[in-house]
């Protein structure tokens, strides 16, 4: 893949009927990134159907079950590029089981689309959806308010909507200069990849335009190094037989040859002898990076430990809080036991309280007992052994984990380390 | 020694997904078609684990109507890499009464591969199979998991999938069960040509321009031999063409093309207005083909 395109990844969210299908095949449109073939198949479903106009949802709506009930019942990713950027946009539904689903895909994304009807305005749905980007501490949002052709353009209607929306904005942990405001139609294509005439009042980017000028490196806030260990790899081969590579991806941080490192969970002490990316030997690392290291010290790491620099140590505990989406049926209810992935790295956990259910719509909290499917809440743990956590505001990948169903072996949770 | 390393994104989560099917599973196999897709699987592989060898077997599930092609450069590549291939014959299955040899117009053994594959996959007790899957391919795709988890049967369930968070995968899996695993999920048909030219990787010739009997019908270019149904009327010409995806023969259609190249493929991808699926035939069959195959355990 080119080196010289960035790359972002984006998180839609919309009420049902918003117009989100249709922004994105407006958007793939736009780019020209819908090929001919796929351009006949909507223009042949959307004469089927009987629409005057093309209908760009039906460039996204992937599953037979969707495409028969109308609506979209999952995550989809969706790929699309420009000279300069390649994107790559979690697709998430807007109707009732909303939360998992987006907050699944916002896990994976640095930038938010939320879509607003013009018609309707900010509604609880809205709430929702901007709850969760803040939840997830999603780096920059756009507030798309579409369908601007069924309100006449109207500038009034969007700075209506743009001031309910900044009162949502100062109950949250965003400060005014990570939203974005642009309103458009995506049906007409009115400020998508082409500036809108019908919006003379409109002076800020298109979204195609916005959405490049962000720069990956804004939407990583840099913290500490950390390197969970994957993989030891061992060749045992003449030329290499004394190797031992501790593979993973680096989080947070650089890391070069001779850094200080600790290593968890023993508090041993060594040096970074080398970093390998392959057949190269490379000085220093950026955070992203899958890479092997190997130490100067023989010493006791396996996968799931963890590698820092020295004087960065991450906290460890055996008792944690965390804020739970719950992702599965299976409700969370006291005294349950887990399996508690946090990164590579699994322990076992016990819920030894549950403290809260927390009000998706900035109202506050109430007490619970178990948290449903799509419930958000606070909740305490006992694990197995202690586990080498950064706070999710500080780290994100050292500071989320997922619970996995003793029994069933499905992800049922996912948790933000306070 | 190179200075600083800023990771390719793209490639930097292949390679931790991959580490990731060798650490979490008993017996990974990476499931080898010998088209480019798998080639740059094997190539993440390599970077995965080097300075070790790759730690898992190839399996490539044979039609018996491959380009003769694929094949001499698959047998090049294991013997250059040193790596362990496992070859299993869709004839096999035939001949074993398992599954029956389409006829007429349209005949393809694609679909045939699941029977073999999953046979493949009980005879080792396979509980993890790397695929080149994309989900730019195809709509049914674009909703597919990283690690996908299939029953005994292999079959796909979409309402019951394990959401994905952040780059947190969850292989476990029962007795019987085993595991799709997708390392370059999130790359585009594009992304794999760029990479292919950056790390200058090899692919075998058929990608490539060069004179080829084929015949035309529904607007696709099919090649014209023994393996391939045609009726007296399509005529067979010698044209230009190159293959974008490569497969079974009877279901891989080629383009016209003059590209010789790796510089005029990626430009010609960059430029192209027909999908990569549009190339191939199994889909046509209707909207939903793929998804459908996906259900009784297609890859």
């Known amino acids: 893949m080119s080196e010289n395109r960035k790359l972002i990844k984006i998180a839609t969210a919309g009420s049902v009927d918003d117009g989100k299908s249709t922004l994105i095949g407006r958007l793939l449109y736009d780019t020209k990134s819908l090929t001919t073939d796929k351009i006949e198949a909507i223009e042949r479903s959307s004469k089927q159907r009987g629409y005057d106009y093309l209908d760009f949802s039906l460039a996204t709506d992937g599953l037979v079950a969707e495409r028969e009930q109308g609506i979209t019942i999952d995550v989809a990713h969706i790929y699309f590029n420009t000279a300069k950027t390649n994107f790559i946009v979690a697709d998430t539904p807007g109707h009732v089981e909303y939360t998992r689903n987006m907050v699944t895909g916002a896990s994976t994304s640095q930038v938010a689309i939320i879509l607003i009807d013009a018609r309707k305005g900010v509604i609880e749905q809205t709430y929702r959806h901007f709850f969760i980007a803040n939840l997830l501490r999603i780096s920059h949002v756009v507030v798309a308010i579409n369908k601007m052709d069924l309100v006449n353009y109207d500038e009034e209607v969007y700075l209506k909507i743009k001031a309910d929306f900044d009162e949502l904005v100062a109950k949250s942990d965003f400060s005014e200069d990570q939203i974005t405001f642009i309103p458009v139609s995506a049906l007409k294509g009115e400020n998508i990849a082409r500036q809108s005439e019908e919006m003379p009042w409109y002076v800020g980017n298109t979204l195609l335009d916005h959405l490049e000028v962000l720069e990956p490196a804004d939407l990583e806030p840099s913290s500490v190094a950390r390197f969970p260990v994957q993989y030891v790899i061992?060749?045992?081969?003449?030329?290499?037989?004394?190797?031992?590579?501790?593979?993973?991806?680096?989080?947070?941080?650089?890391?070069?040859?001779?850094?200080?490192?600790?290593?968890?969970?023993?508090?041993?002490?060594?040096?970074?002898?080398?970093?390998?990316?392959?057949?190269?030997?490379?000085?220093?690392?950026?955070?992203?990076?899958?890479?092997?290291?190997?130490?100067?010290?023989?010493?006791?790491?396996?996968?799931?430990?963890?590698?820092?620099?020295?004087?960065?140590?991450?906290?460890s505990e055996k008792q944690i809080s965390a804020t739970i989406c719950q992702v599965n049926n299976?409700?969370?209810?006291?005294?349950?036991?887990?399996?508690?992935?946090?990164?590579?790295?699994?322990v076992l956990a016990k819920v030894d309280q549950i403290e809260s259910r927390i009000h998706t719509d900035f109202t506050g909290a109430e007490d619970a007992h178990s948290l449903k499917l799509n419930d958000i809440g606070r909740v305490h743990f006992r694990l197995s052994k202690p586990i080498h956590f950064d706070s999710y505001k500080s780290n994100k990948s050292n500071g989320s984990f997922i619970l996995i169903d003793e029994a069933e072996y499905d992800t049922v949770s996912v948790g933000f380390i306070e | 020694m190179s200075n600083l390393l800023i990771p390719n994104p793209k490639e930097a989560?292949?390679?931790?997904?991959?580490?990731?099917?060798?650490?979490?599973?008993?017996?990974?196999?990476?499931?080898?078609?010998?088209?480019?897709?798998?080639?740059?699987?094997?190539?993440?592989?390599?970077?995965a684990f080097y300075p070790a060898k790759i730690p898992f077997p190839l399996l490539h599930v044979d039609t018996g109507h491959n380009f003769p092609e694929t094949i001499e450069f698959r047998d090049k590549l294991?013997?250059?890499?040193?790596?362990?291939?496992?070859?299993?014959?869709?004839?096999?299955?035939?001949?074993?009464?398992?599954?029956?040899?389409?006829?007429?117009?349209?005949?393809?053994?694609?679909?045939?591969q699941t029977t073999t594959l999953l046979d493949a996959i009980e005879e080792f007790k396979f509980d993890a199979c790397i695929g080149g899957a994309r989900r730019d391919e195809e709509k049914a795709r674009a909703k597919e998991r990283v690690f996908s988890v299939r029953d005994d049967f292999g079959q796909w369930d979409e309402k019951n999938q394990r959401p994905e968070l952040f780059d947190m995968l969850n292989g476990k899996i029962h007795v019987g069960q085993n595991v799709r695993c997708f390392p370059i999920s999130n790359w585009t048909e594009l992304d794999v040509w760029e990479y292919i030219k950056t790390e200058n990787i090899e692919i075998p010739s058929i990608y490539f321009a060069h004179e080829r009997e084929v015949f035309f019908r529904d607007g696709m270019i099919w090649t014209a031999n023994e393996?391939?149904?045609?009726?007296?009327?399509?005529?067979?010409?010698?044209?230009?063409?190159?293959?974008?995806?490569?497969?079974d023969m009877t279901c891989t259609a080629a383009v016209l093309s003059e590209a010789v190249s790796l510089d005029d493929v990626v430009g010609e991808i960059r430029e192209s207005t027909i999908s990569e699926r549009g190339a191939r035939i199994d889909d046509k069959r209707s909207e939903a083909a793929m998804e459908t195959r996906k259900k009784v355990g297609y890859f």
């Open chain 1, 234 to 315: 061992r060749p045992k081969t003449e030329a290499w037989h004394d190797f031992r590579g501790f593979s993973g991806m680096l989080y947070g941080g650089n890391l070069k040859v001779g850094d200080e490192v600790t290593l968890l969970p023993s508090l041993n002490t060594s040096k970074i002898k080398s970093i390998h990316y392959f057949d190269q030997e490379i000085q220093e690392a950026a955070p992203g990076s899958s890479i092997a290291i190997t130490l100067e010290t023989e010493v006791d790491l396996s996968r799931g430990d963890m590698l820092v620099k020295s004087g960065e140590l991450p906290s």
């Open chain 1, 330 to 346: 299976k409700a969370l209810t006291v005294g349950k036991k887990y399996i508690l992935q946090h990164g590579v790295n699994r």
């Open chain 2, 13 to 47: 989560e292949s390679i931790h997904i991959i580490r990731e099917v060798a650490a979490q599973f008993e017996r990974p196999v990476l499931l080898f078609s010998g088209g480019k897709d798998s080639i740059t699987l094997v190539r993440l592989a390599q970077k």
């Open chain 2, 78 to 112: 294991v013997e250059e890499l040193g790596l362990e291939l496992i070859v299993r014959n869709v004839q096999d299955s035939i001949d074993q009464g398992k599954v029956r040899e389409e006829r007429g117009r349209y005949s393809s053994r694609n679909s045939l």
């Open chain 2, 227 to 247: 393996h391939v149904y045609r009726e007296a009327h399509e005529e067979v010409e010698l044209r230009m063409v190159r293959f974008r995806t490569v497969g």
